[in-house]
Structures are given as C-alpha cells and as structure tokens.
C-alpha cells in the first residue's frame, strides 16, 4: 500500500516526516495513527534529555538520552496482566521481568524503555509511580515491572546518571494515546541505526479475520545494524550511502541493540504471543539487521484481550477466547510489517545529532529519499 492521506501517516506530532511522507510504499493497512497507539488502551510517552556540546565530562554531560514509557492498559486498568511472550533474538541486552513473562505468560504494569546504564532507574522509577497511582496494586504484593534498554554512549555520557525517577514520572505522567512522536525522543535519543540517526518508531496494520478487525501495532527502539546492510524496500541502500559519515571525535565502538513491544487486540494465548515475538527479526531483517554479536535483540509481544482470565481468579475455571493457531499467518504478516515501517520512521523522523566529545551521526539524507522514490516532499 502507498502513501494515504491520513496527515497521521506522513508526520509526528512534532512536524518531523515518517516514511510514507516520500511515497515509500509499504505492505498492510495502517491503523489510524500507525502507531502501537492503535491499539486501544495502549499509551506512550517519553522523557527527553539534551543539553551541554563538547568534550565529555562524566556527570555533566554532553546529555543525549531518555526514557519512554509504554501503557499496556488505561492507567486504572494497569494492575490487570496482558497475556504475552518474549523472544531473544540476541542476548546481548536486557529486559527485566523476562522471566515471569517466562513462567507465566503474562505481565502488569508499564513497560519503559531507556538507555543501558540507565534501565535499573525506569524499573524502579516504575514501582514508585505505580504506589503513587495505583496503590492498592503494590500494598500487599510485589511488582516486576518490564524494562529495557539500548546503548547511547557514542552520544551520550552514559555513565553520567542523569536520567532520574523525576523523568520516568514524566514519560509516565504524559503517555498518552493517539500519535506517536518518533525520532530522536524519549529512550531513543541517542540512538544510531545503520550509521545514521535513529531512536524511537511505531507502526501498525489492520488485520480481518471472521468479520472482526484487528490491530497489531510495534514500537521499536533502534539502535543497530552495519551501513553497508540497510536496506529500504528490498533496495539494498548501504553500498550507495557511505556518506554522509559518522565523524567520531572518539572512537565507536559496535554496541547497536533493538528492542521492538508488539500489542495486538486480537484474543491470543501466551503461547501466540510468543510465536508473535519470534517473528519480529524477519522485519529487522528486511532492513539490514542481523543481529551482529553485539547486538541486544529482545523483543516482547502483548495482548490486551482476555482481561478477565489475565487475572486468573482462584476456585473457579477461567476461561480465554484466542484465534486459532492454524488462522494465525496474517497476523504474523502484520508484525513482519509494522516492524520493517517502525524501524524506517525512526531513521526518517531525524536530523543530524553531534554529542560527546564532538561525535557526530548524519540523518538519513532526505534528498536522497526523494530521488529513490521521486516525491517532491515538503520537509527538507
């Protein structure tokens, strides 16, 4: 499918342009938004933080970094668990609650997404805006919230602690549903895919089954991949794009990652979402990715159905709908396409970004974009 004229689908809130807005065709419906927020009662926000230039000095700054927070349910609903599975494509990463999602095949809470050094914060900051909203859900039990990261140090100073539980509160406080701002924001601001800026994404697809419509929708945090791999649409664009360049005031080191949460409304047991999970790398793949020794590729899926078995009462049967196992291959196509689009609207709704020690990563050149898919486009 090509371009729509859903203003949703060619902007971010903030004015940035997303992938559609230079009449790159992709496969699928989109939702309205195109965005994981598609999914009812899925909200996000983000912290962003950016101050200082020059050389790095540990605990000023340069500052390139940030937080971002994924509502699973309406904020009253937050305690109630989401059926879902988790798959490592490359462990070279961290996702918290991985084993109770593991054991049981659910989890509660928000979900937040940082940078590495930064990631034991947004799971704490988590607990302690959940005793503040939602009390009752930790006065007398416990909470293992979902939090994960990705590497910003090329950009930021990393070790500088400056992300605090004030800004996880902040991503928190201001997820909202709707769209999504993408780019250099929340947990991916520092981040580079492909030699190029990169950071936050979402998309998502529409899905009919027996009369139904469906949403799946993704939300990627990118931070991977070698330049020479990209891949746009099944055109191998690495070879072709050595500049612009990276300019390394110091040098960088190969610490890429992608952390990728799928949520769908479609009724599925833990086991579907898991088979959903496995099969976001195929759309790292259709971009370059490869999941490279370095790289932390962990990828978390949800549903938002069957709140009522989710929460398992004692001394009676729960009982759960879910699609068939065998009428499951759309759905699998919609992750496959949400993440492919996810990962390219995080390269596209970007500029140019210098941060520690006068290190530099170029934006995916927006002239080039509209000669490969001859689009006279608005942004520049």
Known sequence: MTTTGNPHHLATPGGKPRARSFG???DGTPGPFNAITDVSGVAVGHATLISGEGALVVGKGPVRTGVTAILPRPRVDLATPVFAGIFSQNGNGELTGSHIVEETG????????????SCGVSRDGTLRWMHQVLPAALDSGWGLPVAAETYDGFLNDING?????EHVTEALDGATSGPVEEGSVGGGTGMITFGFKAGAGTASRVVGWQGHSYTVGAFVQSNFGKRRNFTLRGLRAGPELTEPAIREGTPRA??????????????FLPHQ???LARRVPLGVAMTGGFGYHSSGDIFLAFTTANPAAALAPSGRIANAD?????DIDPFFDAVIQAVEESILNALVANDDMSGRDGNFVPALPKTWLKEKF???EKFG
Do not use: Q
């Not at 602690?161 to 539980?165: A, G, I, Q, R, T």
């Not at 190969?254 to 009724?267: H, L, N």
């Not at 879910?322 to 065998?326: G, M």
């Open 273 to 275: 979402m898991k088979r």
């Open 374 to 376: 001859g689009l006279k």
């Open 322 to 326: 879910f699609i068939p196992d065998t």
């Open 254 to 267: 190969e610490k890429g990652s992608i952390i990728a949460v799928v949520a769908t409304d479609a009724p």
């Open 106 to 117: 659910a989890f509660n809470f928000p979900i937040t997404i940082t940078n590495t050094h």
């Open 161 to 165: 602690n400056h992300l605090s539980f």
């Open 24 to 26: 790159i065709g992709f």
